[in-house]
């Protein structure tokens, strides 16, 4: 549980503390200027308002999940979004291993920060209360920043199963998350949304595949490539060859199987969530139907959701809520 927030020795620490990590970390100039940690913590109403402006200033779906959220929820799921956004651009945007591990480790100094009572970050000032008012363990946040962290040295995945254990840290977290502010603890649906964020964490590695290459990793496991005689260097090149499509239609069937494990979940929670639920399932397995249309030819073509599928799919959730119905069965 965080702490009281009247430390104030602790407080004067803190600043000092902060203001050295700022100030010696060079990798905070590749990143938005509101990023930085800040030598004075802001009031906890002006916090509040810069994570609603990070999630309303980054993806659209963030937005639109929210449109299903009870209004008691928003500032909270924006709390833990603007801490997963930061965190992510952290570990992705400096373009620099050395400064990308220094400022995740001065993130993770905030997060300490945070659940002793002296934070001064905005997204950690807001988060406080959040952490406080739902009783979330700190490794979920901090097992986040160990999958940001392997970004930096890990860019090949032997096995399926070495994938698995990365999405362990860098997926399944957001899923437990949401059920900690919807009031959900045990490990039975802890483990049906472990299924649904890896098979959401897999859909979006197999969309991109041409991205993360570019960026020096590839998420498809070797022991994939090597059954397949899919080589590298054709990933480098561009070329979707068919060894490369049947590769990728094998990847897209196990991604299936992730999702359907972890659908249960729909029947196990309340109604608002389970929209919300259905919703990113359904997402997700709408980016590998785009993956099927265009012959699971990934490379250098990122199959992407249509804008029409993409209002059906919230149609169809808006008119569950109103019609008072579970989601059900994923088409």
Avoid at 280 to 291: D, H, S, T, V, Y
Wanted: glycine share 6%; charged share 25%; net charge neutral.
């Amino acid at each position: 549980m965080v702490k009281d927030l009247t430390l104030t020795s602790m407080s004067s620490i803190s600043s000092n503390n902060s203001e050295q990590l700022t100030s010696s970390a060079p990798g905070w100039s590749c990143l938005p200027p509101e990023y930085a940690i800040p030598p004075a913590a802001p009031s906890e109403a002006e916090a509040r308002e810069y994570c609603r402006r990070l999630a309303r200033s980054h993806y659209e779906n963030f937005s639109v999940a929210t449109w299903f959220l009870p209004g008691r929820l928003r500032q909270h799921f924006c709390n833990v979004y603007a801490y997963c956004r930061v965190s992510d651009d952290l570990g992705d945007e400096v373009g620099d291993t050395s400064a990308s591990l220094q400022l995740l480790d001065q993130w993770e100094s905030e997060l300490n920060a945070c659940y002793d009572g002296y934070p001064r970050h905005p997204v950690f000032v807001a988060l406080a209360e959040t952490v406080r008012k739902f009783d979330i363990p700190k490794h979920e946040f901090s097992d986040l920043l160990a999958a940001f962290r392997q970004d930096q040295s890990v860019t090949r995945y032997a096995t399926f199963t070495d994938l698995l254990g990365y999405c362990r840290y860098s997926a399944n977290p957001v899923g437990h998350l949401v059920l900690y502010l919807c009031g959900y603890r045990d490990a039975e649906r802890q483990r049906l949304s472990d299924y649904t964020c890896t098979a959401l964490q897999l859909a979006n590695f197999w969309q991109d595949v041409s991205v993360d290459y570019a960026k020096g990793r590839i998420y498809l496991p070797l022991e994939d490539l090597r059954r397949f005689g899919v080589s590298e260097e054709e990933i480098s090149a561009g070329r979707n060859t068919l060894a490369f499509c049947e590769m990728m239609r094998f990847e897209v069937e196990r991604a299936r199987e992730w999702f359907t494990q972890g659908l249960p979940l729909v029947g196990k929670v309340g109604r608002e969530l389970a929209v919300d639920l259905d919703l990113f399932n359904r997402g997700g397995q709408e980016i590998l139907n785009a993956i099927e249309r265009q012959g699971c030819a990934v490379l250098g073509r990122r199959p992407a959701i249509s804008k029409t599928r993409k209002l059906a799919l919230v149609a169809r959730a808006a008119l569950g809520k109103v019609l008072g119905k579970l989601p059900g069965k994923v088409q």
